[in-house]
């Protein structure tokens, strides 16, 4: 099945519309919703536990998203999930006065932020299947700038309207935030109606016909993503070079908005929109624009470890700001706004260098775009765990010494850039014939020996088996622990017993890990063989750590039990 490139001009009619329309969600979801919760007068670490623990539907999507293609068209989708979103931002409004407003309200989030995800899939394949690969790229600015925009209004220009507005109308903050969601939720239907008549369907190049065949399709996709040199060092890459940025991404605006008595800095949600979505946005584009210029430049290799920095110095403006505001010392609003376009505008020009490094050496191969969507989800699966601490943390620590924390937690940052690996080389590459836009690079099996074809594939499963602790400690855990939140010592019984259940999964894991990585070891060390085996290896040394950070989740449960 085929679809017809949507011509130039008729572009412009959507291209635009779709990416806003992807944009305003997802930074509802992510933005809005902490400054209306702080807003209203929910603790910082109720709110980054809950919020930051939607985070796992963006992470999640590749489980799903080719389930889409069984049936029906892109564009229903895209329009039903825009209608979804619409109708649980409203409910959302509804509910503001409701006794339970919190826990109804973070159900809708989950609900919204499923939809939003599945939006995001289908919007990127409509993108890619109705515009022909020279408009792609013609319209790749104007994609980017919508989404922005999307943001700009969600988190920013809408809020502080409606707070200039809330004195002259003697609105309280519910009747505001009711306000905000109300015209969000009626933004998403105005765009979805528009869409029934501008949006083009989209198309798959072959429609699965079972789940049998979808289940087998990604399977065999997923295995390939284990089998790159240095798998591992690159893994370790993408979980920590936004390890600080992820401490500071929610805790950060609350901050801003927390009250002066607890070392906050006393602004007004308005004025916190102002700053981070119209200020921070124009400065995170300004530097975006600077570090692909400058890494485009210097080269990726080269330029790496100068991102790094540039990605994690800036994070001293929040030192700054916070031992200001503990010590008592009051602060122009011009300063702030200066500190935190810093602050973004680092922030813009060091994730540059995380994208390209995950395009240009994790994701390349025959399923290229599958193994980029399967890099950006660990990514962002690893800032689940680092919002939702943040806010107990800074309750604990106190926002002054919470920034030194997060400074210290930039370190890792900076060594993983500076140490990545570069396994994969342009000049290794070459293109099927048969299939021109995917590449052959050094890790696919005909360019490998009978030897490199069998640890490649044993190491591949002993980093399954890795991944999958993992991933049951940044997701399971990290819920389980997520709801000891505001729980007074003594009450954490059933979540100890969950989590004591869940260390037999882990156990099972670690023991098929080990099990394949010593098989693939066996087999290299008569030939000679490194790179795969250094896979192996490396399965156990991250295997070693889950069992560490294990050890230390159930101390705490049991500290919270006891």
């Not at 959302?92 to 609900?111: D, E, H, R």
């Amino acid at each position: 099945m085929s679809s017809k490139p949507s011509s130039t001009l008729r572009s412009f009619l959507w291209v635009p519309s779709l990416y806003l329309a992807m944009g305003i969600p997802y930074n509802v979801i992510n933005g809005t919703t902490v400054r209306m919760y702080k807003s209203l007068g929910f603790a910082d670490s109720q709110i980054t536990v809950a919020v930051g623990s939607i985070g796992i539907a963006w992470s999640l999507k590749p489980l799903w998203a080719a389930f889409l293609d069984m049936y029906r068209t892109k564009k229903f989708f895209v329009l039903s999930m825009e209608v979804l979103c619409g109708l649980l931002f409203g409910a959302i409004a509804m509910s503001l006065t409701s006794p339970g407003f919190f826990q109804i309200s973070i159900a809708l989030l989950w609900v919204a932020a499923f939809a939003s995800s599945t939006q995001d899939i289908c919007a990127d394949g409509v993108y890619l299947t109705a515009l022909d690969k020279p408009n792609q790229s013609k319209f790749a600015g104007l994609q980017g700038a919508f989404w922005v925009l999307g943001k700009v209004l969600a988190t920013g220009l809408l809020i502080s309207v409606l707070f200039k507005m809330k004195e002259s109308h003697g609105w309280s903050d519910q009747v505001v935030w009711r306000n905000v969601m109300l015209t969000c939720a009626g933004t998403m239907g105005v765009l979805a109606f528009y869409h029934i008549f501008f949006l083009p369907s989209g198309s798959v190049t072959e429609r699965p016909t079972s789940v049998k065949q979808v289940v087998r399709d990604f399977f065999g996709t997923a295995t390939t993503f284990f089998h790159k040199r240095a798998f591992w060092g690159m893994i370790a890459f993408v979980f920590l070079y936004r390890l600080g940025e992820g401490l500071i991404l929610m805790e950060g605006q609350l901050f801003l908005q927390g009250s002066q008595a607890h070392g906050g800095l006393g602004l007004s949600a308005g004025q916190v929109s102002d700053i981070d979505a119209v200020y921070g946005t124009i400065a995170g584009i300004i530097g975006g624009l600077f570090g692909g210029a400058f890494a485009g430049k210097m080269g990726l290799s080269r330029s790496l470890w100068v991102l790094g920095l540039c990605l994690n110095i800036p994070h001293f403006t929040f030192v700054f700001l916070s031992h200001y505001a503990a010590a008592g010392h009051g602060l122009e609003y011009n300063t702030i706004v200066t500190m935190v376009s810093i602050e973004k505008f680092g922030y813009g020009f060091g994730m540059v260098g995380n994208m390209i490094y995950m395009m240009q050496q994790l994701a390349p191969g025959r399923c290229t775009m599958t193994h980029y969507a399967f890099a950006t989800a660990l990514m962002n699966l690893v800032l689940v765990p680092t919002a939702m601490i943040s806010g107990p943390l800074s309750e604990w620590l106190g926002f002054s010494t919470f920034f030194v924390v997060v400074m210290f937690a930039s370190v890792p940052s900076v060594l993983a850039a500076w140490r990545a690996p570069f396994p994969q080389k342009d000049d290794d590459h070459a293109t099927d014939g048969d299939s021109p836009n995917a590449l052959i690079t050094v890790d696919d099996p005909t360019r490998l020996s009978a030897v490199e074809q069998t640890v490649q594939r044993i190491s591949g499963r002993a980093s399954i088996f890795a991944m999958l602790n993992i991933l049951v400690i940044l997701v399971v855990d990290a819920k389980i622990l997520g709801t000891l939140q505001g729980q007074a010592p003594g009450t954490g019984k059933t979540q100890l017993i969950w989590l004591l259940g869940v260390v037999i999964v882990k156990l099972f894991f670690a023991q098929r890990t080990f099990s394949f990585a010593n098989a693939a070891i066996a087999v290299a060390g008569p030939a000679g063989e490194k790179h795969y085996c250094g896979n192996a290896r490396g399965a156990k040394i991250a295997t070693y750590v889950c069992l560490v950070v294990s050890l230390a989740v159930l101390a705490f449960a049991a500290h919270m039990a006891s």
